[in-house]
């Protein structure tokens, strides 16, 4: 079974600085997907950002980037020049290999920017 | 663009009555989700459909059932709603496949259960 671990039940940040979002997971799986997915407080799901555990580099995506180290096990989050449309719960998930790929979630963090 | 629709968005029931949630996807997509959301507890999942014509159980499925009617749609059935039921559902739907396609939620129902 997929297990996903974020040890940061909240976060502030300064506008316009960087924060990252720590993720570590466990899975037996070879071959697998990390998601990170933002939540604002209107409740919608946003997906964020994706790291296949075979690609070489770690992913981007405009401010958002993903620091993987997989004999680690961790996906950390990093959101750069922070804003304040920033402030949601952040989770971390992954996917199994039982042939549906459901998604298992960590527990999420709460990011506030802070003006 | 509808993308994923759940409906009702809001619920109140009491505890013994039962309902229906719904879920409709407009992509095409193969598979579906059922998740739960309570505080603190990130989202898990209680029933997933790999494809059209069938389903799983998952984390938490205890008091659910489901039913893939069609390719679009995956209904959450709660027969006799308990306290512990109230939460926020969502559903989800993906290609199926793994890669960086993401997975497209549904704007959520919030039940509470009296």
């Known amino acids: 079974a997929q297990k996903i671990t974020q040890t940061q039940p909240g976060m502030f940040v300064q506008e316009k600085e960087a924060v990252t979002l720590d993720c570590t997971y466990d899975t037996s799986d070879p071959s697998y997907g990390l998601f990170w997915y933002k939540q604002p407080s209107s409740g919608e799901m946003i997906f964020l950002i994706y790291?296949?555990?075979?690609?070489?580099q770690n992913a981007t995506e405009g401010r958002y980037s993903l620091n993987f180290q997989k004999a680690r096990k961790s996906a950390n989050l990093v959101i750069s020049a922070s804003q304040l449309g920033d402030s949601a719960m952040y989770f971390c998930?992954?996917?199994?290999?039982?042939?549906?790929?459901?998604?298992?979630f960590g527990k999420g963090t709460k990011l506030s920017v802070i003006p | 663009n509808a993308g994923v629709t759940q409906t009702p968005k809001f619920q109140v029931l009491k505890t013994g009555q039962s309902m229906t949630l719904q879920c409709a996807q407009d992509?095409?997509?193969?598979?579906m989700y059922w998740y739960r959301q309570d505080p603190g507890m990130g989202l898990r999942l209680i029933y997933y459909s790999a494809s059209e014509g069938t389903t799983d159980k998952g984390e938490v499925p205890n008091g659910y059932n489901v039913s893939r009617l069609n390719k679009r749609e995956f209904s959450l059935r709660l027969e006799s709603a308990a306290p512990s039921q109230t939460s926020v559902y969502f559903c989800?739907?993906?290609?199926?496949?793994?890669?960086?396609?993401?997975?497209?939620f549904g704007s959520g129902t919030r039940l509470t259960v009296v």
């Open positions: 998930a992954t996917d199994s290999g039982a042939g549906s790929y459901q998604l298992t």
């Open positions: 989800a739907s993906s290609e199926g496949s793994r890669g960086p396609y993401g997975y497209t």
């Open positions: 790291q296949g555990s075979y690609d070489q």
């Open positions: 992509m095409n997509h193969n598979s």
